[in-house]
């Protein structure tokens, strides 16, 4: 199957090419030329690993071996086989999706990610080494050196801003083992790190640094390997409701996705091309409310400040992988994409036309949730419904009320649940109780002991672990720092 970019119909390349390049060249997203069918009925009674390799086969057919590097990606890494259980929580649905080896929903695309891409190299021939450049404010550096490390043939650098992520985020990323990882700190904010490794990508001369045998790829979610590997949860989630009988094949279902650079809930409207019945997507944000005054009245303005929450993985202003959306939903229309882009990047803003809006509309339906709602949310839910949940589900959560509030809509609703409340225990803890301590791993097991809600393994042990990457550098050393770590 042939991918394209989203702002021209160039070039014109294979999934296993459009998984290696992960932007195309004119700066748009891969998209595939046509939705790839799928047999509904068969997928659904599938376990998760073979729903995943139905579905990932069908968006990236030229990916060979599919349920060999499914096993790989996922056999024994999760909490449980299930990979994404769901949990009734009062009225809602949660679909957790933080089991992963990180506790984090990104685990879920990166710990597939690696294996689609080293597949794709050996397909394609390549012999040069990849090198996987990342900046984070958190959660994304820590799944992508997980799923990244002692991968043959890859290399991983991750910047995160020095002082700018969490405790328990650090501790994280700074102990990650492996022959071919690399974390540095960088001085200054999370801006200062993503603009010093776009300026990595620049420095390139034909996807290479100058004097460096590497090929530079990125693990960010615009690389649609990312984005497949996370169609399947929404598939799973309804085949758990169909199992409980709490509905019929065919009976729609409602999701609400705690929503940054929209990932996510573009699985979800993907999901829904493929054939599954999903009624409507609800795109949840915290004060960063871009998305939700986009989907409100067509205009995407990102000309505001940019707020720092409790849901810090949400604090976005340009969420990419809207670009893929409004491709899809201009049923193809590249020039209108390439405009509003363009329209994005020298103005700020731009304004859809009013049908494609009113398209939007029809399928999703947008609010958004501030730091003390998101506590007051985390408090309800516990104490209503006994599910803890983190800052970024509790958006979800407080958004999807909201929606039932003002629509009058009672089909059944899945909450997506990003990550676990231990990754975020001062915000959660504050929520329920006064924190005995300012430090993060203390405030872990007070909450535990208050909820009786075990801390995830992977995250319980993190004190007692060395730390290995302890590197503090400057923005303008990021070059040099990679050149050095081979
Ligand atoms: C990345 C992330 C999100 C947002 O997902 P997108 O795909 O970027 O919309 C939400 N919650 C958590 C915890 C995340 O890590």
Same mark, same amino acid.
């Given at each position: 199957m042939l991918y394209h970019s989203t702002r021209s !119909?160039? @070039?014109? &390349? %294979?999934s296993a090419q459009a998984v290696l390049e992960g932007l195309a060249p004119d700066g748009g997203l891969f998209v595939p030329e046509e939705i790839p069918y799928i047999n509904i009925n068969t997928c659904l009674r599938e376990s998760t690993m073979g729903m995943a390799n139905r579905i990932i086969s069908a968006m !990236? @057919?030229?990916? !060979? %071996?599919m349920p060999t590097l499914v096993e790989k990606a996922y056999r024994g890494k999760f909490q449980t086989e299930e990979l994404t259980p769901t949990v009734k929580a009062g009225d809602f649905t949660v679909l957790e999706l933080f089991r992963g080896p990180t506790s984090a929903f990104k685990d879920v695309a990166l710990c597939m990610l690696p294996q689609l891409l080293t597949k794709a190299r050996e397909q394609k021939g390549m012999t040069d080494e990849v090198l996987i450049l990342t900046a984070t404010s958190g959660d994304t550096g820590k799944a992508a050196l997980a799923g990244f490390a %002692? &991968? @043959?043939g890859v290399g991983i650098c991750v910047f995160y801003p020095d002082g700018g992520v969490s405790a328990v985020q650090r501790a994280q990323m700074v102990t990650q083992e492996g022959s071919n990882v690399a974390v540095c700190a960088v001085r200054g904010n999370f801006d200062d790190a993503q603009t010093g490794v776009k300026n990595l990508f620049a420095a390139a001369e034909n996807g290479k640094l100058p004097g460096d045998s590497r090929s530079l790829s990125t693990a960010n979610s615009i690389n649609i390997g990312r984005l497949a590997p996370q169609i399947t949860y929404y598939f799973k989630a309804y085949s758990d409701l169909l199992r409980r009988g709490e509905i019929q094949m065919g009976d729609k279902v409602n999701f609400s996705v705690p929503t940054g650079n929209f990932g996510d809930i573009l699985a979800g409207y993907l999901a829904k091309r493929l054939g599954l019945p999903v009624g409507m997507l609800i795109c949840a944000s915290n004060a960063n409310n871009v998305l939700t005054d986009f989907i409100r009245t067509g205009t995407y303005d990102r000309r505001r400040p940019l707020h720092k929450t409790i849901s810090p993985s949400m604090d976005i202003l340009v969420s990419s992988n809207l670009e893929r959306l409004l491709y899809f939903m201009s049923d193809g229309d590249t020039a209108l994409v390439a405009e509003l882009m363009k329209k994005l990047s020298t103005e700020g803003s731009y304004q859809v036309p009013a049908q494609l809006h009113q398209k939007i509309q029809n399928e999703f339906w947008a609010g958004y949730c501030d730091d003390e709602k998101a506590s007051a949310t985390i408090r309800s839910a516990w104490e209503k419904t006994g599910y803890l949940c983190d800052p970024h589900t509790a958006a979800g959560w407080a958004v999807a009320e909201q929606y039932r509030a003002e629509t009058?809509?009672?089909a059944p609703m899945v909450v997506l649940s990003t990550a676990s409340p231990y990754k975020f225990p001062g915000a959660v803890l504050k929520a329920l109780a006064e924190p005995e301590s300012a430090d993060e791993f203390l405030q872990m097991e007070q909450l535990s002991k208050l909820t009786g809600v075990p801390v995830p393994e992977n995250l319980s042990g993190l004190q007692e672990k060395t730390e290995r990457h302890t590197d503090v550098i400057e923005k303008t050393q990021m070059l040099s720092y990679v050149k050095e770590k081979k």
């Open positions: !119909l160039e @070039p014109r &390349v %294979d !990236l @057919p030229e990916i !060979l %071996d %002692d &991968v @043959p009058g809509d009672m």
